[in-house]
């Protein structure tokens, strides 16, 4: 009777020691495969970092202004001036 309950008590101990090496080599195989999908979400990054860094270099915004006819204009339109309040003039043409 004892010598039956120790060998159920070793069965269940190498059934929970299979299973516990099986998840931890499904676990393993899940790190690396996550491991290799942040190589590539890094690499595609860096690849759209480098685009995007060509996209808005001077040199090729002037490119691409120059294929659409697009024309900059260098002078700076100012906004009408305001005249202060205390200056304005009354409906009749007088100063305050």
Do not use: C, F
Not at 20 to 37: A, G, H, P
């Amino acid at each position: 009777m004892r010598i039956s309950l120790v060998i159920a008590a070793l069965a269940a101990i190498a059934v929970s020691m299979v299973h516990i090496r099986r998840s931890e080599t499904r676990t393993s195989y899940q790190i690396q495969q996550l491991q290799v999908d942040q190589i590539y979400l890094r690499r595609k990054l860096y690849d759209q970092q480098v685009d995007l860094g060509r996209l808005i270099a001077p040199w090729q915004v002037r490119e691409r202004m120059g294929k659409l006819d697009v024309r900059l204009t260098s002078r700076v339109i100012a906004p009408p001036a305001v005249a202060h309040r205390l200056s304005a003039e009354t409906p009749d043409g007088r100063h305050h």
